[in-house]
């Protein structure tokens, strides 16, 4: 039951994570750099994007099962098998529909699209099944060669967007935000969705009755409508008040909310922590 639930969870995710991406790509701002490259190689092979990413990825894949096969998981072979060719479904079905008429749209499209490609990245990799075999290189250089893991992920990132711009992928802004940036927004769609979503999921798996389950749909909903609501209010009143600050203001108010930032995060993850070996000492103790 819990495996089953976990696996729903990440094929969201999945599908949420190729929305956002064909999104970027239906507003010309540019995708991550993976996608980036397959889209500029597949077309100038003229192959589909998703039989292309598929082969790209099994060769990853292989990389992977050499190296440090503990990085495998099932949410990596969804991931490398569907996400090419959902952003191409979704490219293909709002292509019709989506015409980029000003730079307005523009914006609005790197928005939307970044906030759902990070939200889908949060509740897949949530369940722990598994990363994308792009997302596993990072952290076996890191090891291998005994660097930093965010110095590895950036000398990949900006190798592969090298590549695609090289190769006519669509390489644009919101390519370099989700190379440089995309960890904050993911860690906070940890704290605010995907976590509290599997705990709901394992509790409602270690009692599955239609009373648990309608409790845990409605904690998910509240916390997925108090994220979105304080997340707005939160901007809305930043807008509101940045426009009169003095730089010395401005630096301030930009230690304290890095700093509330970094607190809340540690926060998170010691919470998260203690969730986890209470659940092992009660599985231990059930077995």
């Known amino acids: 039951m819990l495996f089953v639930l976990q696996s729903l969870v990440s094929f969201a995710g999945i599908a949420v994570?190729?929305?956002g991406a064909a999104i970027l790509r239906l507003g010309?701002?540019?995708l991550d750099p993976f996608t980036a490259?397959?889209?500029?190689?597949?077309?100038?092979?003229?192959?589909?994007?998703?039989?292309?990413?598929?082969?790209?990825?099994?060769?990853?894949?292989?990389?992977?099962?050499?190296?440090?096969?503990?990085?495998?998981?099932?949410?990596?072979?969804?991931?490398?098998?569907?996400?090419?060719f959902e952003i191409q479904f979704f490219y293909e079905s709002f292509s019709n529909f989506f015409i980029l008429t000003s730079?307005?749209?523009?914006?609005?499209?790197?928005?939307?699209?970044l906030l759902l490609f990070t939200l889908g990245?949060?509740?897949?990799?949530?369940?722990?099944?598994?990363?994308?075999?792009?997302?596993?290189?990072?952290?076996?250089?890191?090891?291998?060669?005994?660097?930093?893991?965010k110095v590895a992920r950036i000398i990949?990132?900006?190798?592969?967007?090298?590549?695609?711009?090289?190769?006519?992928?669509?390489?644009g802004f919101a390519t370099i935000i989700i190379a440089f940036f995309a960890g904050p927004l993911i860690t906070m769609w940890n704290k605010r969705v995907s976590y509290p979503l599997v705990?709901?999921?394992?509790?409602?798996?270690?009692?599955?009755?239609p009373k648990s389950l309608g409790n845990r749909l409605v904690a998910a909903t509240k916390v997925g409508y108090e994220a979105v609501r304080k997340s707005y209010e939160e901007t809305f009143e930043i807008q509101k008040e940045m426009t009169g600050f003095s730089d010395e203001e401005l630096q301030n108010r930009i230690k304290v909310a890095k700093q509330n930032y970094q607190d809340a995060e540690r926060v998170a993850q010691n919470s998260q922590r203690q969730y986890e070996m209470l659940e092992k000492e009660r599985e231990n103790r059930n077995e």
């Open 17 to 19: 994570l190729s929305l």
């Open 28 to 30: 010309s701002v540019g």
């Open 37 to 84: 490259i397959n889209t500029g190689l597949s077309a100038k092979l003229n192959v589909d994007l998703g039989v292309f990413q598929l082969g790209f990825n099994f060769i990853i894949f292989i990389f992977i099962v050499l190296l440090d096969r503990k990085k495998i998981g099932f949410g990596t072979i969804m991931n490398m098998v569907l996400v090419g």
């Open 103 to 113: 730079t307005f749209v523009s914006i609005a499209a790197a928005i939307i699209g």
């Open 121 to 149: 990245s949060s509740l897949y990799m949530g369940p722990g099944l598994g990363v994308a075999p792009y997302d596993a290189v990072a952290p076996i250089l890191s090891k291998k060669f005994h660097i930093k893991y």
């Open 156 to 171: 990949q990132d900006l190798l592969f967007m090298a590549g695609a711009f090289y190769l006519g992928g669509p390489v």
């Open 199 to 209: 705990r709901n999921v394992k509790e409602f798996a270690a009692e599955p009755t």
